[in-house]
């Protein structure tokens, strides 16, 4: 008896737990968001307000979302993020709605709509992309 049931827990604890941390808003939400043409209030109706904000005003709105795997006994590892940047300017108009993720440790755009093609904050999303596994997930909870 003893022997069975631990023949049934031994798969239960090796099998991989996902959990999503953040949030990043779908594409059907941000088709919402129209470049040039939508505003900040609009914005936050359509796609909700960021966690992040650019340090400068007026600039740029950042939703930061990942998926870590848990399996067994062994520690918490990353295998997902994405950044969405939605950028402002000076009327507080949409100017740019940018996807960003990761392939191979290297930040890669997998989205952008821009009005013009002076991309700003790249090297913000490069520094929020590069903590991956610098940030534990038990990190949150404390």
């Known amino acids: 008896m003893v022997l069975a049931l631990a023949a049934?827990?031994?798969?239960a604890a090796c099998s991989?737990?996902?959990?999503?941390?953040g949030y990043v808003p779908t594409d059907?939400?941000?088709a919402k968001v129209v470049v040039g043409k939508t505003t900040r209030e609009q914005a936050a109706a359509a796609v909700g307000r960021p966690s992040a904000e650019g340090l400068l005003q007026g600039s740029a709105w950042y939703?930061?979302?990942s998926r870590w795997k848990h399996l067994g006994p062994f520690a918490p590892k990353e295998i997902e993020r994405q950044v969405v940047a939605i950028s402002f300017n000076?009327?507080?108009v949409v100017s740019n709605v940018e996807r960003f993720g990761l392939e191979k440790g290297e930040v890669v755009t997998l989205s952008r709509r821009v009005t013009d093609s002076n991309i700003k904050?790249?090297?913000?999303i490069?520094?929020?992309m590069g903590n991956i596994g610098n940030v534990?997930?038990?990190q949150f909870f404390n």
Do not use: I, K
């Not at 991989?16 to 941390?21: E, F, G, L, M, S």
């Not at 904050?121 to 913000?124: D, I, L, N, P």
């Open 8 to 11: 049934l827990a031994f798969p």
């Open 16 to 21: 991989a737990v996902y959990r999503n941390h």
């Open 28 to 30: 059907e939400d941000l």
């Open 63 to 65: 939703y930061v979302g």
């Open 90 to 92: 000076a009327r507080g």
């Open 121 to 124: 904050g790249v090297s913000f």
């Open 126 to 128: 490069r520094q929020m």
């Open 136 to 138: 534990l997930p038990g």
